[in-house]
């Protein structure tokens, strides 16, 4: 890898895109998990929002903005 430095919006698009990544898992986690309960127990899995990926991605900045 060379020595390149990625734009304030390169790193934006990157941190987004872990951003949807984890938060598809972890819903996808959530209603694996559900599956899992025996019938009449289980409870909806509500799919995630532009606001969730947003606070994901926001966190990433946070931890990449840290000294």
Same mark, same amino acid.
């Not at 959530?30 to 025996?38: A, I, S, T, Y």
């Not at 019938?39 to 947003?54: A, H, K, M, Y």
């Given at each position: ?6 734009? =304030? ?14 938060? $598809? ?5 959530? %209603? ?7 019938? =009449? ?14 606070? $994901? ?5 946070? %931890?990449?903005?840290?000294?």
């Amino acid at each position: 890898m060379g020595n390149s430095t990625k734009s =304030g919006y390169e790193l934006r698009t990157d941190l987004l895109g872990m951003a949807i990544g984890i938060v $598809e898992s972890r819903v996808q986690r959530q %209603f694996e998990n559900e599956h899992l309960k025996p019938e =009449g127990t289980r409870q909806p899995v509500l799919p995630f929002t532009t606001e969730d990926i947003l606070a $994901e991605a926001e966190k990433l900045y946070t %931890f990449v903005n840290k000294k």
